[in-house]
Nanobody
Framework: QVQLVEAGGGLVQAGGSLRLSCAAS????????MGWFRQAPGKEREFVAA???????????EYADSVKGRFTISRDNAKNLVYLQMNSLKPEDTAVYFC????????????????????WGQGTQVTVSS
């Protein structure tokens, strides 16, 4: 069983930055693909970014087109943490952001479908004002 707790959300002006973090419990964190999803009001939850697990410290990450070049996902296996650095934020980035873990993921690609992720955090609100 894995428990995920997000932190770092808040209110920021357009063009600003935030860093989200996700703390994971469990000794097998390093073997999980970790992802970030978001859900805006009235919209379905969508993929934002994910990063594979690795045995060689070589990770593979993917991003939604809408955040590519602005967001960066990273992980610290020693601390059981995954981060989402968000730069050049836009009002359309406003959403609840969820951290998720895929315990059956590949080391060479990530899965973007939320149904492939077994564990979820409670979410953290990010609001970008114009």
């Amino acid at each position: 069983q894995v428990q995920l707790v997000e932190a770092g959300g808040g209110l920021v002006q357009a063009g600003g930055s935030l860093r989200l973090s996700c703390a994971a419990s469990g000794r097998t964190f390093s073997r999980y693909t970790m992802g970030w999803f978001r859900q805006a009001p009235g919209k379905e939850r969508e993929f934002v970014a994910a990063i594979t697990w690795s045995v060689s410290r070589t990770y593979y990450a993917e991003y939604a087109d809408s955040v590519k070049g602005r967001f960066t996902i990273s992980r610290d296996n020693a601390k059981n943490l995954v981060y989402l650095q968000m730069n050049s934020l836009k009002p359309e980035d406003t959403a609840v952001y969820f951290c998720a873990a895929d315990d059956d993921g590949s080391r060479t690609y990530v899965r973007r479908n939320e149904y492939d992720y077994n564990y979820w955090g409670q979410g953290t609100q990010v609001t970008v004002s114009s």
